[in-house]
Nanobody, 118 residues
Framework: QVQLAESGGGLVQTGGSLRLSCAVS????????MGWFRQAPGKEREFVAV????????YSADSVKGRFTISRDNAKKMLYLQMNSLRPEDTAVYYC???????????WGQGTPVTVSS
């Protein structure tokens, strides 16, 4: 059974930092591209960042470039999102997702909420 479990969300002031984690089990982690998505209240889910299954390619949305860093630890089957210089517009539920190699995302976590106060 595949499981993705996010943690690390919370309440932070503008300009603060948070580190999200996603623990993965039940799949061959090194064969999956891993992504972070977010959904703000009343808005559609949007892409935040991805790290490819081969680990050397990372992409992020323009809105978070220079502030958020995605990383993975294949040995621990963990995905991370370091979020710095947080803004109120970053407030959302953050989800991790797994997609086999370069395919679509097959598995999703339950999400962890992030609230940035002004």
């Amino acid at each position: 059974q595949v499981q993705l479990a996010e943690s690390g969300g919370g309440l932070v002031q503008t300009g603060g930092s948070l580190r999200l984690s996603c623990a993965v089990s039940g799949l061959t982690f090194s064969s999956y591209s891993m992504g972070w998505f977010r959904q703000a209240p009343g808005k559609e889910r949007e892409f935040v960042a991805v790290v490819k299954w081969y680990g050397t390619a990372r992409y992020s949305a323009d809105s978070v470039k220079g502030r958020f860093t995605i990383s993975r630890d294949n040995a621990k089957k963990m995905l991370y999102l370091q979020m710095n210089s947080l803004r109120p517009e970053d407030t959302a539920v953050y989800y991790c997702a797994a997609g086999f190699m370069n395919g679509g995302y097959d598995y999703w976590g339950q999400g962890t909420p992030v609230t940035v106060s002004s």
